[in-house]
């Protein structure tokens, strides 16, 4: 049997619904209760040779488990990263080939971008992609349709690459992060990847939990 499963975490205000669609039914779920003091890091746009390394190191040190969404080019050449990080018990999503918006491509481009990139990936960590971050959050219902793949969007967004500010990125972290929370952050800055640092020994000083993408839905 076909399954399609699509998350959608959207945040409205103090309310964190996370809508299931799963054979083309939309369920909604409220995270908070059931997440705990649980919350997910993720990054986009990696691997960076120098940023994402001395991030995996960090994370590592402070046994922390995060998600990462991968271009497929930026894979290149950092395949001994993406095996740390499989290694390192994190989740690896696809983040398209070339970082396209899929809802502006043909359907057999979406194909390419989806497939090279989760090829990728599948063959370092011998796994199968299973997740995905589109690019600028953009999907559609044709490519649901298509591609059996869980989407993952995100509810904290400190605009780190905009900001390229350790302390103002960390601020706005601390500012909106709550139970369920999963934080957007690009491990291609150094700022950014100071800042998720920083970040987690201020969460887990406070009692969170840094779980992947997977742990925070399942539980
Ligand atoms: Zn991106």
């Known amino acids: 049997m076909r399954k399609q499963k699509v998350l959608t975490v959207c945040l409205c205000g103090l309310l964190l619904l996370a ?13 908070p209760a059931e997440a705990g003091r649980m919350i997910a890091l993720t990054f ?3 691997p960076h040779p120098v940023y994402t390394r ?3 190191d960090g994370l590592r040190e402070r ?21 740390q990080m499989a290694e390192d018990g994190h989740l690896i999503g696809c983040h398209t080939e070339s ?7 043909t359907q057999s481009e979406a ?24 690019p600028f959050g953009n999907w559609s219902e044709a490519l649901a349709e298509d591609f059996p793949l869980t989407v993952v969007k995100w509810t904290v967004d400190p605009e780190d690459w905009k900001v390229r500010e350790k302390e103002e990125i960390v601020r706005r972290v601390l500012e909106k992060t709550q139970d369920g929370s999963v934080i957007l952050l690009h491990d291609v800055y150094p700022a950014s990847v100071e800042a998720a640092l920083e970040a987690v020994d201020r969460l887990q000083a406070e009692g969170y939990q840094f779980v992947t993408v997977e742990e925070l839905l399942l539980d």
């Not at 046994?63 to 095996?83: H, P, S, Y």
């Not at 194909?111 to 589109?134: K, L």
């Open 19 to 31: 809508g299931l669609w799963r054979n083309g039914q939309v369920q909604e779920v409220s995270a």
């Open 44 to 46: 986009d746009d990696g």
């Open 54 to 56: 001395q991030l995996l």
């Open 63 to 83: 046994g922390v488990k995060a998600t990462f969404f991968l271009i497929g080019q930026n894979v290149e050449g950092n395949e001994e990263l993406v095996r």
């Open 99 to 105: 970082h396209v918006d899929l809802t502006r491509c």
């Open 111 to 134: 194909r390419r971008e989806i497939e090279e990139a989760s090829r990728r990936i599948a063959r370092i960590t011998g796994e199968e992609v299973r997740y995905i971050r589109p």
